[in-house]
């Protein structure tokens, strides 16, 4: 039988949302302690970081992966001219 504890596994993911500068924005985070924020890019979403997340959380860190804005669970832009390169990292920014 495997030892979840010793080879990182501390369950899964829990998903929430979080209002931010305008937009609800998804997250999936696990583990407690300091934080460890994961971005993707395009065309990911925060499941790119589900074996990290586990391994973050194994290792004490809080980690938390979010959708970034327009991708997956997270709100999107309502005007086409508004999704600039420079508005997705917007809510983390701030």
Not at 19 to 48: D, K
């Amino acid at each position: 039988m495997v030892d979840k504890e010793q080879h990182g596994y501390m369950g899964e993911p829990t998903h929430r949302f979080v209002e931010t500068n305008g937009i609800r924005m998804h997250v999936a985070e696990q583990g407690e302690g300091p934080p460890v924020l994961l971005c993707h890019r395009f065309p990911e979403l925060w499941y790119s970081w589900r074996h990290q997340l586990s391994a973050l959380a194994a290792a004490r860190f809080h980690a938390v992966a979010p959708d970034m804005r327009g991708y997956g669970q997270t709100d999107r832009p309502e005007v086409i001219d508004q999704y600039t390169p420079s508005s997705f990292g917007h809510p983390l920014r701030d």
